[in-house]
């Protein structure tokens, strides 16, 4: 196995390394390599659902999607049907991927947001469709001293309803499917568990901070993610089919880029559940 880091400390390609029969030494040198450099990337891995489901499990308990559930599933997020039909332009599917394109954390939304994602390429357009990650780690840092202490002991409120509303995200939902996903708060500067490094928390899920002026602090979280994604933090993949990516929602935000609307793509995705008590988080 040979990690090959990206940059000093934000992502890496991982060669020479057949994750449906790891073995428990390479697990351990992946797992540190991921807190290391938060997004990893593993080409040419032909996986089965079961053992794209039994590697994320090694990272923890894996996550219900936007329903409450006790059976772990692989999500898809293409533009076709099973068959490689491409889908309507206004498929509810397709609209809802829509919201894949602005900078977030998966499930911040929920009361304890998602550790880790990763995605697996099926099907992947000639051109664009990439996968872009950001590091929110080097975000914090960046931040100008007295924007630090401002932010230490602010929460944000994140919303599913609030974020999804625009794209067909509110469609998919029953009224009583969305009475689980209330409005939750999270800190604006967390500390990774893993690395104790401190950790700007935003995305387009965050709706506004809590005891400051309502529109003024949305315009505020709309620049902080702004400031947070200069090139200089990001890592733009092309992406590969058997490509397969895990990276770690705590610290890193992402988005998905534009391609043709002829073209198809199409990805399947598991969720690992944040650590500790999460009523999203399916037993082991």
């Known amino acids: 196995m040979e990690i090959q880091p990206v940059s000093d400390e934000f992502g890496a390609i991982v060669k020479d390394v057949d994750l449906a029969n790891l073995s428990g030494d390479d697990f351990v040198h992946i797992e540190k390599a991921w807190w290391k450099y938060a997004v990893l990337l593993f080409p040419n891995q032909h996986l089965t659902t079961e053992e794209h489901l039994s590697f994320s499990n090694r990272f923890g308990r894996l996550e219900c999607g936007l329903r409450r559930s006790t059976t772990p599933s692989i999500g898809r997020i293409a533009n076709i049907d099973k068959d490689g039909n491409l889908l309507p332009i206004d498929h509810l599917g397709r609209r809802f991927s829509i919201g894949n394109s602005v900078w977030h954390s998966d499930s911040s939304y929920k009361c304890v947001g998602a550790k880790a994602s990763l995605l697996l390429a099926q099907v992947v357009p000639e051109k664009g469709g990439e996968t872009e990650w950001a590091d929110m780690r080097a975000a914090h840092d960046q931040l100008p001293q007295s924007m630090k202490d401002w932010l230490q002991n602010k929460t944000a409120v994140h919303n599913y309803s609030f974020s999804h509303a625009w794209h067909g995200g509110l469609e998919m939902l029953s009224e009583e499917d969305r009475k689980d996903l209330p409005?939750?708060?999270?800190?604006?500067?967390?500390?990774?568990?893993?690395?104790?490094?401190?950790?700007?928390?935003?995305?387009?899920?965050?709706?506004?901070?809590?005891?400051?002026?309502?529109?003024?602090?949305?315009?505020l979280l709309r620049?902080?993610?702004q400031d947070a994604t200069i090139s200089e933090n990001t890592w733009r993949h092309k992406w590969q089919v058997d490509d397969l990516v895990i990276w770690d929602n705590r610290c890193v935000l992402h988005r998905?880029?534009?391609?043709?609307?002829?073209?198809?793509?199409?990805?399947?995705r598991s969720t690992v559940a944040g650590d500790g008590d999460n009523p999203w988080a399916v037993a082991n």
């Not at 708060?185 to 965050?206: C, Q, T």
């Not at 998905?256 to 399947?268: I, L, N």
């Open 183 to 219: 409005p939750v708060e999270h800190p604006l500067i967390k500390v990774h568990p893993d690395s104790n490094r401190k950790v700007l928390f935003v995305g387009r899920h965050a709706s506004h901070i809590i005891g400051e002026d309502f529109f003024g602090s949305r315009k």
């Open 223 to 225: 620049r902080l993610t």
């Open 256 to 268: 998905a880029r534009w391609f043709p609307a002829d073209q198809p793509r199409a990805m399947v």
